[in-house]
């Protein structure tokens, strides 16, 4: 089977969407039923994909993403095709406007695709670049957030993601999420049946990082000016990662005269400023460090030097964080929701993310109890032997067989 396979052009800033797709990425190179994979990513991001490149499998395809004529081509390839969507949704017969779809592929600079002797487009994240193309086509749903907790999001933010789900939905073949509880939202919100989405979820217990090696302990300590001891919270500054509560929790520690160093990585979104305001009117400006965007040798070393990793956040589709520290052989405590109680498999180890006290206590026994901190780093071993035992490649080529059936099914209607 070959295949095209797509890198987000923002990947750099992605955050948990770019580890995933690499990680699947490599999944697929390493089976034997794939035979070509056409890596299509930004030109402008050779350098940040240049390791995944090794494989023979492997056929680069790079698109100049920011060269003016392309951005030009992409917003009106996209502005016609939203037109036809729009036009299909208000009761236009999809024959009388075929053409404005025809027409937005047509200019569309990845258009080169076509030409492609490939079976199926994996397109890992819940948009495609390029719709219309007579090729088998499979989305990912990471998460139907905007609709679940719709107060995390500006109502422009709310209709751009539900426009883009909804163009996926209609234009997919097939619809790939990571965990059950995702698929049970699709579902439910587009009435999608079992045969149209396929749990399929990424090799958890193999490293995410394609650096395995970290930074040096003691040169990470003089770069960020670490304490002895430290908890570590990578993520993106998204309001659903709720770095807030977890402020709350740090000072009531500081109250108790506990002072815990908080190390928080990943993308500053827009919404960094509130947190740089909370952390103020909290009077813990001084116990938390937000480094943005670490090298993957920095994050390495960071999981590795870490006394906890603690994840707070009120929704998450899948926590990469969580599997990192449980490979690291670091202890974690995370939050209650989604798929995480049964990915961390214990009750002892989990809160309710709203619940700042609990997560102060767990803190407290993750830095200084031995016989919790031993349990956890049994726990987590127990659980990464659980994950070696599932087939991960069988789900995609599954998932991939029935997108390549149900493109046939609609060609013959």
Known sequence: MNICFYLHYTENTSGGINTYSKSVLRLLLGSQDIKKVYLVFSKENTELVKSLLNSIKLIPLPIERKRKSNTFLFLISHLTFDIYNILINYGIKRRKIKFLKKIS??????????????????????FSPIYGLDIPLITTMHDLQELIMPENFSAGERLHRSLNSKKAVDESDHIIVSFNHVKEDVKKYFGFTDDRVSVCPPPFHEEWFVIKSG?????????????????????????????????????????????????????????????????????????????????????????????LVVIPTAYEAGSG?????????????????????????????????????????????????????ERNLTNSKSRLEFFKQQNYTANFLEAYRKAIQHKKERDNI
């Open 321 to 373: 964080p969580l599997y990192e520290a449980m490979r690291y052989s670091v202890p974690v405590i995370c939050s209650n929701v989604t798929s995480l109680p049964e990915a961390i498999g214990s009750d002892e180890f989990i809160f309710n993310p709203n619940d700042h006290q609990r997560i102060a206590e767990l803190i407290l026994k993750g830095l200084n109890d031995e016989d919790f901190v």
């Open 215 to 307: 930074t040096p302990s003691e040169e990470l300590k003089m770069k960020y000016k670490l304490e002895s001891k430290f908890i570590l919270y990578p993520a993106a500054t998204w309001k659903h990662k709720n770095h807030v509560t977890l402020f709350k929790a740090v000072k009531l520690l500081k109250d108790k005269n506990q002072m815990v160093q908080l190390i928080c990585t990943g993308n500053k979104t827009e919404h960094f400023s509130e947190l740089v305001t909370s952390a103020e009117k909290l009077e813990i400006s001084d116990q938390i460090k937000f480094l943005g965007i670490v090298s993957e040798e920095d994050l390495v070393g960071l999981y590795k030097l870490t006394s």
């Open 105 to 126: 592929s047509w200019i569309n600079p990845y258009r080169k695709i076509s030409s492609l002797s490939i079976d199926l487009i994996h397109i890992p994240l819940r």
